[in-house]
Nanobody, 123 residues
């Protein structure tokens, strides 16, 4: 079973940048897609970005395209989400998720989840 641990969240000001990390363990990931999603209070969980582990193909939601960048380090089994130009609407709990590659296209069907990391952006 894949184990995912997020880190890097915190309190920042509008316009700041933040990089989230997701350390993955518990298997080999060549057939996996890895993703970042978030959930704000009172809102549904939202897909942000995904990456195929083996080749590194990336997927982005329109809401973060151009501001957020996903990457992965196969040596350290870590997925990153670089977030720039943050604004208060980005305040949410950010989750790392893993699943079959088709989950990235469907933006659903992820099988493994981290515990989440809080990101708070003040105005």
């Amino acid at each position: 079973q894949v184990h995912l641990v997020e880190s890097g969240g915190g309190l920042v000001q509008a316009g700041d940048s933040l990089r989230l990390s997701c350390a993955a363990s518990g298997g080999t990931f060549d057939d996996y897609g890895m993703a970042w999603l978030r959930q704000a209070p009172g809102k549904e969980r939202e897909f942000l970005s995904g990456i195929t582990w083996e080749i590194g193909s990336t997927f982005y939601a329109d809401s973060v395209k151009g501001r957020f960048t996903i990457s992965r380090d196969k040596t350290n089994n870590t997925v990153y989400l670089q977030m720039n130009s943050l604004n208060p609407d980005d305040t949410a709990v950010y989750y790392c998720a893993a699943g079959p590659r088709r989950a990235l296209v469907l933006r659903a069907g992820f099988t493994d989840w981290g515990q989440g990391t809080q990101v708070t952006v003040s105005a």
